[in-house]
């Protein structure tokens, strides 16, 4: 909204141990609805914004996308804690803020979590419960690195197929968001399978059939355990996703997000230059 880029901080959250922490990255306009305060800033500009601010300091602002996800994320680290008091492998919420010092109060009087964004997430109603953190990731491009979506691109599904069959034994490369996956895994396993704050999935366009085995292979390399997996083989996704409901749901694709989005499923865009 602002010109110059300010990071809001509640001085009465302890920072978690960078060393061993992760940090989730979260922007004011994903974790809080502002699009009224947003509209306000571009039709009257940055001193109506600011004043308004000012004047609704005290006033909480409502629930965004992102809400559900940095709840879900707390209570993950609670049960770490309840587990282990003296856990640091947690997670470390910051909220970037694009406010002035003098109209960010307001964000840091609404925020009770910390969190950094690195992907685009997309505004619309969420309905998400706020227990157990539903993580959903596709596969090609985002867990796994998009080798296969080149040769798809360049030979098509039949020498998509045959890549994947000479290739089955090799482990597939590493995408954008491996680390934040294993990191959840690393996390995932202090609990009992019962009991775990944490749910993942991998929602793939591959078939399970013919371009199944080197995911799971791959999975299996890394050490990375996936609570379900689903081999769509090009079906939508929609479907599923209605059903798991996740906090958040990690795609490459425009067409599967604005499909999530049309459901009420907080979704973020990963870009992939893998």
């Not at 990731?137 to 890549?163: I, M, N, P």
């Not at 996956?181 to 999935?201: C, V």
């Not at 609570?227 to 795609?251: R, T, V, W, Y």
Request: charged share 25%.
């Amino acid at each position: 909204m602002a010109e110059a880029k300010s990071t809001v901080i509640n001085s009465n959250v302890k920072q978690k141990d960078p060393n061993e922490a992760l940090v989730i990255a979260v922007t004011t306009r994903a974790i809080f609805n502002l699009e009224e305060e947003h509209q306000l800033f571009l039709t009257k500009g940055k001193e109506e914004y600011v004043k308004y601010q000012q004047v609704n300091e005290n006033k909480p602002l409502e629930q965004g996308t992102a809400f559900a996800f940095i709840q879900a994320v707390q209570f993950v680290n609670e049960k770490l804690l309840e587990r282990n008091p003296e856990e640091k492998g947690l997670f470390d919420v910051i909220i970037l803020s694009n406010n002035s010092p003098e109209s960010g109060m307001r964000i840091v009087n609404s925020a009770k979590h910390h969190g950094v964004s690195a992907a685009l997430i997309f505004q619309q109603e969420v309905q998400t419960p706020s227990t157990q953190l539903r993580v959903v990731f596709d596969g090609d491009a985002v867990l796994f690195s998009d080798e296969t979506d080149r040769v798809f691109r360049e030979k098509g599904l039949s020498g998509a197929l045959e890549y994947e069959r000479a290739m089955e034994a090799v482990p597939m490369g590493e995408g954008p968001l491996k680390a934040f996956a294993m990191h959840l895994g690393k996390m995932r396993k202090k609990f009992s399978q019962e009991n775990s704050p944490i749910r993942t999935y991998l929602l793939t366009a591959r078939s399970g059939r013919d371009m199944g085995i080197r995911a799971i292979k791959t999975l299996r390399e890394w050490g990375l355990a996936i609570d379900e997996a689903f081999f769509m083989d090009g079906a939508p996704k929609g479907p599923l996703l209605s059903q798991i409901q996740p906090h958040i749901f990690f795609d490459d694709g425009l067409h599967n997000i604005q499909g999530a989005q049309d459901i009420g499923i907080p979704s973020a865009l990963v870009p992939c230059d893998c």
